[in-house]
């Protein structure tokens, strides 16, 4: 078995990135949030695209005001008003101002803004009451970012945020990385789908939902090929077809040591390397990842993930999920989102793998607190997984972690903050 850590460095230096000239789609700019950069952007335009001001008040010339107080106020004849959107169509001379709204263009010949509180308007004369440093309110032309620079690197993942700047920069077509295709197969002859009536001996293939919308949660594109029995030449054509189709694939079951467990032999059959067979963790142990030269440029990456529902859920998250990551495109933060909490309870182990306990993790008072989820902790029993969104480590050789003890804490999902 190799150590959680020596697996996940294997799994990440043999997962190949997407091809950033072949893989790439450019799509519009309202359907890119959520998609990979690919190519780094730049734009045609300054921010600001000019001086403007950032305040209400008065654009004036610094030098006729530098003196002043408010016991010895300047007074200036304004000469015109601007609002946002509307070009100046006069220069500040000495001896004037302009009345100024927020956002809007600065005229010529003015250099600082005075704000409204600190000056006294009366017809068409205002009274400065205190002096401006120079450029005082004044966002300069390219102070935020100047034409022709890189304004967004390639590997990010467009946010709100990214999404914002693009549309600021005019860019309407994005080019992105795209989504990588994801087959999905279980097998085992005891699976049936959730839509058949259940017959004793029988399980309904959970699996193959929970990893469709993992994958999709991933920004990939699932492609679920359904149930697939335990019989070798039906198994080997499906591993075949999904090798054909997709950038990856996810298996579930069949990759243990019981007599009808084929994956890892019809792999090799098919040509793939075989990397990895088995994990020192816990749940989730029988982990195969295997790896095919699909041509000189690309390989398909394969997960043979272990059938029990837990560990499906649980190999995934910790070894699947960052490959997805840097398989995307993503030129950074591949790896697990790693939290150091608390626990107000004691979490045990038998010591021989490395254990996850999954359970519920929030923010309290500052801290991260994780609260192990109750009942049976059985790879096998799925339910009480359900509403969890973290996992807690006990290392290997450790067979119990006190409470209150500074734990690492492998984030799944949102983490809620509790009340005050």
């Keep these: 078995m190799l150590p959680v850590l020596e697996a996940e460095t294997r799994i990440l230096n043999l997962t190949q990135p997407l091809d950033p000239q072949q893989d790439v789609e450019w799509v519009p700019l309202h359907a890119a949030a959520g998609r990979i950069l690919a190519q780094p952007i730049s734009s045609k335009l300054d921010f600001p695209h000019w001086d403007n001001s950032a305040m209400d ?30 070009r100046p169509q006069q220069t500040v001379q000495p001896g004037q101002a302009a009345r100024i709204l927020t956002g809007a263009m600065m005229p010529p010949g003015a250099d600082a803004v005075v704000m409204q509180e600190e000056a006294r308007r009366a017809g068409d004369r205002v009274q400065i009451l205190a002096a401006p440093k120079l450029h005082q309110f004044v966002r300069r032309q390219g102070e935020f970012y100047q034409a022709g620079d890189r304004l967004l690197p390639a590997g990010i993942r467009l946010g709100a945020p990214e999404i914002a700047v693009l549309a600021a920069a005019q860019s309407v077509q994005i080019p992105v990385y795209r989504r990588l295709r994801v087959a999905i197969l279980s097998t085992g002859d005891e699976l049936v789908s959730p839509d058949q009536p259940l017959q004793p001996g029988q399980i309904v293939d959970s699996n193959q939902y929970a ?23 039906a198994l080997q054509q499906a591993i075949a077809q999904a090798v054909a189709q997709a950038d990856v694939v996810l298996s579930s079951g069949g990759v243990s040591v019981g007599d009808y467990d084929y994956v890892d032999r019809l792999l090799e059959a098919l040509g793939a390397t075989i990397h990895i067979r088995s994990v020192a963790i816990k749940p989730g142990k029988p982990l195969t990842f295997a790896t095919f030269a699909t041509n000189a440029q690309s390989s398909t990456t394969y997960f043979g993930l272990p059938g029990n529902p837990v560990s499906t859920l649980v190999t995934f998250w910790r070894f699947g999920l960052p490959s997805l990551k840097k398989q995307s495109g993503l030129a950074a933060g591949w790896g697990p989102d790693w939290i150091v909490g608390r626990s107000p309870h004691d979490l045990t182990a038998d010591g021989k793998r490395e254990t996850y306990c999954w359970g519920t993790l929030r923010l309290n008072g500052g801290e991260y607190e994780f609260s192990q989820s109750p009942g049976s902790f059985s790879s096998g029993n799925l339910i009480n997984i359900a509403q969890t969104n973290a996992l807690a480590v006990v290392p290997l050789g450790q067979t119990r972690i006190p409470a209150g003890t500074a734990i690492q804490i492998l984030q799944t999902g949102h983490v809620a903050i509790a009340p005050s």
């Excluded at 008065?58 to 509307?86: F, H, K, M, N």
């Excluded at 920004?219 to 030449?233: H, K, S, V, W, Y």
């Design 211 to 233: 990893l469709a919308a993992l994958v999709a949660e991933a920004g990939a594109e699932p492609l679920p090929m359904g149930i697939i029995p335990d019989q070798p030449e």
């Design 57 to 86: 008040g008065y654009a004036v010339r610094r030098a006729d005001v530098a003196a002043c107080s408010a016991d010895a106020p300047t007074t200036l004849t304004v000469i015109e008003e601007i609002q946002a959107g509307y």
